[in-house]
């Protein structure tokens, strides 16, 4: 087996802050064997080895987007698209939406609500490398109410008895995250309003007990401030959007729930649109302050973010991530800090930072070069010169 050694004028390890110059990577099959100073790593690298050098661009782990949807086309209506096609045809669009994921340097991403399964097929195939993209963490179809955001997903669901056998029902089709929808969506026309709970906070902890039994993680979707109260009390591990919208349309973070947030460790995915500044312009600078306003204070208080993009969305592409990064840093992140959001602090609430996240011995081989230096300015996240996932050159 030939390694692999690649150099960079730069290394971006992982952990925040940990960084280094003239570094190296050295990959055997799909692990990294090394990484640091290059003068280090080139002495353990076999004498078959293949380099490939990168003096003026940066070498980091690969990206993880927390917040896909693969069956969505992201063209204006979205869901007249998935529910024409059928599985066939469905599952080859998504395959090709992976790739457009693993071009753009995101190497694991998170797949919060399919059709049928269909994203754990294509995980499967990945895995096996029969087919070329990311590692794929799947939720199947996401629990919803009858007629509720996402409904023709498969995952409608009433009372305790339903939650909790859709959950067994998930899990051993091979789920690796069960996603709920806690409040309305925009994306379901005739269903409940963005901000309205879609379950008790009963039904919610039903579906936790269950998921976590199982060994599952569980993703809440809510908007609402009164979905996002019940998901904290539930105990679920992450927060999708958490806009944190009330009846009336207004914002309304409750500050207590932010400190709950923050003390049980719940991970935030604002899944901010990749075209976040085009929306800030059309609905004025006034509006925008208000609407970005929660991701921000959740921020300054100590919130855990983790990078999305809610992928397959309507105008929101497969290849957005660093846009979604920027907000990110719009609101108040470091550098460091978004870089980490989607890289080794993505993998711990994902639960996958034993092997993945950062640039360690043992871990897989998923790496990315930038050009330039991110740390100076994540345009450099634009820029991509070279993708490695699970060992293999994109």
Known sequence: MTDLLITAGHMLLGPAGEHTQDAAVLVTGNRIVAAGPRADVETQAGRDHRTLSFPDATVLPGLIDCHVHLGFDAGPDPVASLRASDDAALLQNMAGRARQLLDSGVTTIRDLGDRGGLAFNLRDEIAAGRQI??????????LTSPQGHCWFLGGEVEG????????RRTAKQGSDVIKVMATGGGLTSGGPAIWEPQFTTEELTAAVEEAHAAGLPVAAHAHGTAGIAAAITAGVDTIEHCTWMAQDGKVDVREDLVAQIVAKGIRVCPAAHPNWRSFAERIGPDRAREVFSPARRMAEQGVRLIAGTDAGIPRSGFDGLASSLEF????GLSRTKVIASATVDAAEALGIAHNTGRLSPGYRADLVVVEGNPLDDLKALHDIRL????????
């Open 328 to 331: 990110l840093e719009y609101i």
């Open 133 to 142: 993209g990311p590692r794929i963490l799947a939720a199947g179809s996401p």
């Open 160 to 167: 305790l008895d339903e939650i909790r056998e859709a959950v």
């Open 387 to 394: 993708v490695v996932a699970g060992g293999r050159i994109h």
